[in-house]
């Protein structure tokens, strides 16, 4: 009696014919639109790896490093806005709001605070389909603020605006984008592709030349 391998039976779906049919097909038609050279396809042995392994770095890079820092950030200005709001809850002002003006701006680093009137909030804009701050942001405002609140994003460039809805005001907070929102992260990409094509371009100079020999044989031949 011979023995099998327990991994033998999870490749069986292999050996089907329909399997089998199919694979034979991709592989003819990637034969046929795939180039013929030995120039282009040496050129293309070295560039799909390459291009392959940018993709996965810059999507973990995107979805693990740029979303983290930026929702960090949005925590972290969420949080000082609520803390902003408790302190305007709890500490009589006497309508002068120049002490809360000095914390926002000296310790929490908020360009400016200002106190309006009892009102509605502007009506919500249409936000951006990749918008990571605008979503990072508004969660965050959700969760620590507790309040009806309305975010600006794209107004401004380089700032970035929020309204807190309480009862008898409507407090106004700006502050930098770059306060929550990871806005250096794009030198990365910037380096790992410039520097991946200038090493493409080396390669390509070289494969040429090495190749430039084998071909001259094959026409010889």
């Not at 693990?64 to 302190?87: C, G, K, Y």
Request: no cysteine.
């Amino acid at each position: 009696m011979v023995a099998t391998s327990p991994f033998a039976d999870r490749w069986k779906w292999l050996n089907v014919p329909a399997v089998t049919t199919a694979w034979r097909r991709f592989k003819a038609v990637m034969a046929e639109i795939g180039p013929k050279g030995l120039y282009a396809r040496t050129l293309i042995i070295i560039i799909a790896p390459i291009v392959l392994l940018e993709t996965v770095i810059a999507f973990i890079f995107m979805e693990r490093h740029w979303n983290q820092v930026t929702r960090r950030l949005s925590e972290t200005t969420a949080r000082e806005i609520s803390a902003l709001v408790a302190i305007y809850k709890s500490y009589p002002f006497n309508d002068d709001y120049t002490h809360l003006t000095e914390i926002a701006r000296k310790n929490l680093g908020l360009s400016s605070v200002q106190v309006m009137p009892p009102g509605d909030l502007p009506t919500t804009y249409q936000r951006p389909f990749f918008g990571l701050l605008d979503l990072a942001l508004s969660d965050e405002i959700r969760q620590h603020v507790g309040h009806p609140a309305w975010i600006d994003t794209v107004g401004q460039s380089g700032l970035l605006e929020i309204r807190v809805k309480l009862d008898d005001a409507v407090l106004r907070f700006v502050a930098p984008r770059s306060q929550a929102y990871a806005s250096n992260s794009h030198i990365f990409l910037v380096w790992m592709v410039g520097t991946s094509v200038f090493l493409l371009t080396v390669a390509i100079l070289f494969l040429r030349n090495q190749i430039r020999p084998i071909l001259k044989l094959s026409d010889a031949a």
